[in-house]
């Protein structure tokens, strides 16, 4: 096709001008490729062509707008690595498998890294956790710009969404103000209409202020961070009145006989308790974590050593770390074999004994093989302190044959902590379909934890079912998921 190309760059007249049975003539043109330049002039399509997008996940074509990513990587990618999607490639990256092939250096792999989230940038949607310092930022510059009128975040960034479409802003501020702030700062597609305007940041966030009168403030901003469902509740069981002037957030609670629940708990809050007067139970705080379950090191697909690990767990006050690397299946993320888990092992003993009274704790995030088997053998598995069992591969699954394999890897005796339960990837990769009550009545049954992975990418299993789990008496493990002490 190139050699064919370029001999028609260099005909001195049009090729639709060119006599169909002299195409095939042409230096550098065969009798094949001359039909297919007919079709095209004839049809404006080329089947083969076609046949060979249809062929290849919408995720491998979008790689090709990622600077630095040509056919001859893209190939290794998706053929050896087995990604299909640009979040996918995203979390290699994060986890340094790209290190382990063929013509991707340190250099390399961060260089694609910037580029994913550069492209990733100007798609619209964003990961909370992506775009909360910069929500804040731009909070406290309406607030420092605007300090005689009242400003907040509001909306799906002031209840911490999982995934936010916009950044979304309530003010009392007059619109002209708002849009003269935003093209002195440098802002995109500034426009006011009717009482919302509209831009977009440098970074490709789009960006909803809204205007309101000052009575009206306190009830549109508690509105806006409701989920529909919990409105309804809060109006229909409780006669909440949307038109009234109120004080504060807290006073709507109280003029309900409702104890105040903040932005974040609004979200189908019925689901994680009754509404009562009550002080509602505190939830876990970052700075409750007492240790780092979870975490990879050098030794597979991490970045850093066991030591540095273990020294950052240390100077953030932790008690012990799980160091969890992957099992010998996961080869695209160097997992290790029962000869390394050894050597492994002996380090680990030299460390706790340099380090006490800090302990680091031995286990394996081992894969759920496709029968629901685990990666080594039984008495491998007894050498571990824990072991957490995770599916990684063959991941298009009909909910039977997921519901198979995770269960019967439940049932194994040498199971302790139920890996990401759905294997999602957050804005790239649904998980498998899989019936939460069953898998976590299943883990009830036999002793295995359930993990929450705090990965922003992950955050499986999913916050909804974690009530339920609760009320089962599941025991639940908050892990990082970490490739490098930043993961933590």
Not at 59 to 65: D, F, H, R, S, T
Not at 82 to 88: Q, T
Not at 481 to 486: I, K, L, N, Q, Y
Request: glycine share 6%; aromatic share 8%.
């Amino acid at each position: 096709y190139a050699s064919a190309a370029f001999a028609i760059e260099k005909l001195p007249v049009q090729l639709s001008d060119t006599p169909r049975e002299k195409i095939a003539s042409l230096k550098g043109i065969g009798d094949s490729t001359s039909k297919k330049i007919a079709e095209l002039l004839d049809t404006g399509k080329l089947a083969a062509l076609d046949n060979l997008i249809a062929q290849t996940p919408t995720g491998i074509l979008e790689m090709m707008q990622i600077k630095g990513l040509g056919p001859k990587k893209i190939a290794t990618i998706w053929k050896e690595m087995g990604i299909e999607s640009l979040g996918e490639l995203l979390y290699a990256c994060n986890e340094n498998r790209l290190l382990l092939y063929k013509g991707f250096g340190e250099k390399t792999q961060e260089s694609v890294k910037q580029a994913i989230q550069f492209y990733n940038s100007h798609k619209g949607q964003f990961l909370y956790a992506e775009i909360e310092a910069y929500a804040l930022q731009l909070e406290s510059a309406f607030l420092q710009q605007f300090p005689e009128f009242q400003t907040s975040l509001s909306g799906e960034i002031k209840r911490q969404s999982i995934i936010i479409t916009q950044i979304d802003l309530l003010t009392t501020a007059p619109a002209a103000n708002i849009v003269a702030f935003f093209n002195q700062a440098g802002f995109n597609a500034v426009q006011a209409e009717g009482e919302l305007v509209k831009a977009q940041s440098p970074d490709g966030a789009q960006i909803v202020v809204t205007m309101s009168a000052p009575e009206q403030y306190v009830a549109r901003l508690f509105i806006s961070t409701c989920s529909g469902l919990f409105l309804q509740q809060l109006t229909n069981q409780y006669g909440f009145l949307p038109d009234q002037p109120y004080a504060s957030e807290q006073a709507i609670f109280e003029s309900l006989g409702i104890h105040y629940l903040p932005a974040n708990q609004r979200e189908l809050a019925e689901l994680i308790r009754p509404l009562s007067a009550s002080a509602p139970e505190e939830p876990v705080q970052p700075d409750s974590i007492r240790a780092v379950i979870h975490s990879h090191s050098n030794w597979s697909d991490g970045l850093n050593s066991l030591e540095t690990m273990a020294n950052a767990c240390i100077s953030a006050g932790m008690e012990y770390m799980v160091i969890s690397d992957h099992s010998r299946s996961a080869f695209y993320a160097n997992g290790l074999s029962v000869e390394r888990i050894r050597e492994q092992h002996l380090q680990i003993d030299e460390l706790n004994r340099k380090l006490a009274p800090f302990t680091i704790f031995k286990s394996i995030e081992c894969d759920i093989l496709g029968d629901g088997s685990l990666d080594y053998d039984d008495d491998t598995l007894a050498s571990f302190d824990l072991v957490i069992a995770s599916v990684h591969s063959n991941l298009k699954m009909t909910e039977e044959k997921a519901m198979q394999r995770l269960l019967r890897a439940i049932e194994h005796p040498a199971t302790c902590i139920l890996g990401h339960m759905t294997g999602r990837l957050l804005l790239s990769r649904p998980g498998y379909p899989v019936n939460h009550q069953v898998i976590i009545d299943a883990c009830v049954a036999n002793g295995v934890a359930i993990e929450i992975n705090a990965h922003p990418r992950r955050l499986d299993i999913d916050w909804s079912w974690i009530p339920y789990a609760m009320e089962k008496g599941c025991l639940l493990s908050i892990n990082p998921d970490a490739h490098s002490v930043d993961g933590y």
